[in-house]
């Protein structure tokens, strides 16, 4: 089996958002620690993590995906930027400590221009000066579709940061459908090829968590568009397949796609309905 669930805001708290998820018929959620466009971030007051921790043990919840700022960009050219994503990182991590053995996953960055050797070496470095042993965080690192300057287009690129990080057994990756099928990976005719260059270049073993979305373009593209379940370019035959492999189990499934509220209770729906 797999855990599926999507993201959900913090607004009214963490234990609501494992009571939302329940309403909505899944078993794991993803949120945004401060604003997914911006810095602020929502105060954690210690009885309601409290709360979720003991909601999500009681219903059997798989690990949960915390997602750092969209504007966090640890290997940009501007300083102060690079500083600005440190500092996120930094009490992002701090945070995470609230809910332990859970899933912290940021976008890698954008090398804006430096070149993407620069830009492994940079976010290696933030994260080897964040890191710390006594986390219970495992950071995971996001495939990218490789749009404008990013960083972690390829298996290759994560493989080059992770190496270079010291607390390197607290690092693992989040596999986006989307992101790897616009990077140019055929998830959809050869998905046993892909994870099994996966496993030679990453190791199967740090593939922690699943975004699960369709794309609005076809493969080798590098737009990072979402579509709904079977609404585009990778298809619901290969999202079943692809939710159904055995390389894949007992992993987080978060659903990114562009939906309200009811459409992500059916995408829910169905997800679990291939399980039966």
Not at 136 to 160: D, I
Not at 206 to 233: I, M, T, W, Y
Request: aromatic share 8%; proline share 4%.
């Amino acid at each position: 089996m797999i855990y599926i669930g999507c993201h959900l805001s913090v607004t009214n708290g963490y234990e609501a958002m494992g009571k939302t998820m329940l309403g909505f018929g899944g078993n794991t959620f993803a949120y945004f620690t401060r604003n997914p466009r911006g810095g602020k971030s929502k105060d954690i007051i210690p009885e309601d993590a409290q709360a979720l921790s003991a909601l999500l043990s009681e219903h059997h919840f798989g690990k949960t995906v915390a997602h750092g700022s969209y504007t966090m960009n640890l290997c940009a050219s501007n300083p102060s930027t690079r500083e600005n994503g440190l500092d996120m990182l930094q009490k992002d991590l701090h945070r995470m400590e609230y809910f332990p053995d859970s899933y912290y996953n940021f976008h890698p960055g954008a090398h804006t221009g430096q070149g993407a050797e620069k830009g492994i070496e940079l976010i290696a470095d933030a994260l080897n000066r964040m890191m710390f042993p006594e986390m219970h965080t495992t950071v995971l690192l996001e495939t990218m579709a490789g749009k404008g300057s990013e960083v972690g287009k390829s298996f290759e690129e994560l493989r080059e940061i992770i190496d270079r990080v010291t607390l390197s057994d607290k690092l693992g990756v989040c596999f986006d459908t989307c992101h790897v099928w616009d990077g140019g990976y055929d998830i959809v005719g050869d998905l046993d090829g892909v994870l099994t260059q996966f496993d030679k270049v990453i190791g199967l073993d740090r593939l922690c968590a699943v975004h699960f979305n369709d794309s609005k373009n076809p493969c080798g593209s590098h737009k990072d568009r979402h579509e709904k379940l079977g609404q585009g370019f990778i298809g619901m035959d290969a999202m079943k397949r692809i939710a159904l492999h055995p390389a894949l189990q007992n992993k987080p499934f978060i659903l990114e796609t562009p939906n309200d509220d009811s459409g992500y209770i059916q995408e829910i729906r169905t997800v679990r309905g291939w399980m039966e």
